[in-house]
């Protein structure tokens, strides 16, 4: 171990979310560890992510960001002591955000750790100047490379397990995935749920279940598919994160909208397709796995089920894994 590497025993990582952004930074995670074996790592992320966070091996602590307001003088106060008693000879700031820059300069300025981001003055810059059209899959490693970390392993979902056993699946094990939720405040991310209800039929004729996924405000759409098409399990609001990753493994491939699940259910190395609409650029943020293909349509309305279910025959793999 280098010196330089001896010297941070006391590490800060800044990830806050979604929860698509935290599955692309589990290789950045694992790389940070393997760098700083012996130190006490901490995450500072949000609420829902936490204890899913603190099941992974590579933080000592995971801390929780309430994200005060700016015109929150207690809480960001706070948030600030909280910070500096840390302690910390090293930051990686793999949000690089506007907040998490303001976060740097809660620090004071004889006495900041090193920083890896973009905040101005910082230590470690992230100084590719293309950084802001390049995929996380490949910015965070880069900017790890300009912090001395050679190396970013791709995501390792091993230690994510749940309890899959007590759902009704079939006994054969031939389910596929339908993911038809997204950002409530965002419907032009969703593509229709008349059409994943036709895809649950052609899935149902080639003997394949299909399992409905998704959060407990999404039961309408596990609802409207199962009622199309009655062989569909529907497991919306009911599952944890390792639940999802355990799903993932299982399952013969996932169809699914521009969300958080699909990452994750990507990164166990599923087939997946992934359904883009110009809500988003798949260039920045298609989910990295093993297996995935991305179709998208300025409109999903005219992406048809036929064309999807073509692409899920295909598989393919996506640039940057």
Known sequence: MDLATMAHRR?????????????????????????????EITLLTLKPYANWMRSAPWFDRVWIDEQPAWWDLPGLLRLRRRLIAGQFDRVYDLQTSRRSNRYFKFFPRNNRPEWSGIAPGCSHPDADSNRNRLHDLVRQPNQLRQAGIAHTPPADLSWCTGDIARFDLPRHGR??????????????????????????????????????IGT???????????????????????????????????????????????HLIAATGCRCVAIFSHDSDPALCAPGGADVRVLRRQYLATLTPAEVLAAFDAGASVPGN
Not at 16 to 24: E, F, R
Not at 185 to 211: C, D, M, N, S
Not at 227 to 251: H, K
């Open 11 to 39: 590490i800060l990582v800044i990830r806050l979310g979604a929860l698509g952004n935290i599955v692309q930074s589990l290789g950045p995670f694992a790389a940070i560890r393997a760098h700083h074996p012996d130190a």
């Open 175 to 212: 389910i596929v995935l339908l993911v038809p939720g997204c950002s409530p405040t965002r419907p032009g991310k969703r593509w229709p749920v008349q059409h994943y209800a036709a895809l649950a039929a052609e899935f149902v004729r080639r003997g394949v279940t299909p399992v409905v």
């Open 216 to 262: 407990e405000s999404e039961r309408d759409l596990g609802r409207a598919i199962h009622d199309a098409v009655p062989e569909t399990v529907d497991l919306t609001g009911r599952t944890s994160l390792g639940d999802v990753a355990d799903l993932g493994r299982a399952a013969v491939g996932a169809v699914g909208n521009d969300t958080g699940p699909m």
